[in-house]
């Protein structure tokens, strides 16, 4: 079975640091670009930022501007968002999603059940 | 970036109904439009890809269809299962690829 499990939110401060992790399993990570999509409390979804196979190509939403960084490690199959400088506006679930690609675009499957950061003071 | 609108935001309808989302994008998107269903405090799963592909496992009552700017999400013979939250998403050309605000569609 293809599964996505993300760990690492919780409650931090306004100024502070997190970094959420995705484990992959069922499919072998280092084939596919992977993304970080998050989504606020009762609003909808927004993407945030996409990982290439190889991290030659690393892309993130505008409004980040700078403060989050993606990384992956293929040999544990796992994904990563680092996330500096939090605001209460980066709270949200955020979900862990494979990229496919074929001839009719890109689309996002599996994704994961997502972890939860709250910056609150 | 480009802008997708859904409408309606959201809607009610009875089981047995035919349901119809649409989708609209800023400019076009030639085919690459995606639908998600999110239920209630549960992660989205991908319905239809492509505009009209329906993802392996998706009952065949779900079908989608357009190109270019304007999408459509139908939903024949809606069960309770359905009753959900529709998302489109688009993934035209390069990044970032944008979501719409979702359609709830509720029980009448």
Do not use: H
């Not at chain 1, 949200?92 to 709250?118: H, K, M």
């Amino acid at each position: 079975e293809v599964l996505l499990v993300e760990s690492g939110g919780s409650l931090v401060k306004p100024g502070g640091s997190l970094r959420l992790s995705c484990a992959a399993s069922g499919f072998n990570l280092s084939r596919y670009t992977m993304d970080w999509v998050r989504q606020a409390p009762g609003r909808g979804l927004e993407w945030v930022s996409s990982i290439s196979t190889r991290s030659t190509y690393i892309y993130y939403a505008e409004s980040l501007k700078g403060r989050f960084t993606i990384s992956r490690d293929n040999a544990r199959n796992s994904l990563y968002l680092q996330m500096d400088s939090l605001r209460v506006e980066d709270t949200a679930i955020y979900y862990c999603v494979r990229e496919r690609v074929s001839t009719s675009g890109n689309w996002f499957d599996p994704w994961g059940q997502g972890t939860l950061v709250t910056v609150s003071s | 970036d480009i802008q997708m609108t859904q409408s309606p935001v959201s809607l009610s309808a009875s089981v047995g109904d035919r349901v119809t989302i649409t989708c609209r994008a800023s400019q076009t998107i030639n085919i690459f439009l995606n639908w998600y269903q999110q239920k209630s405090g549960k992660a989205p799963n991908l319905l239809i890809y492509g505009a009209s592909n329906l993802q392996s496992g998706v009952p065949s009552r779900f079908s989608g269809s357009g190109s270019g700017t304007d999408f459509t999400l139908t939903i024949t013979n809606l069960q309770p299962e359905d009753f959900a939250t529709y998302y489109c998403q688009q993934t035209y050309n390069t990044r970032p690829w944008t979501f719409g605000q979702g359609t709830k569609v509720e029980i009448k």
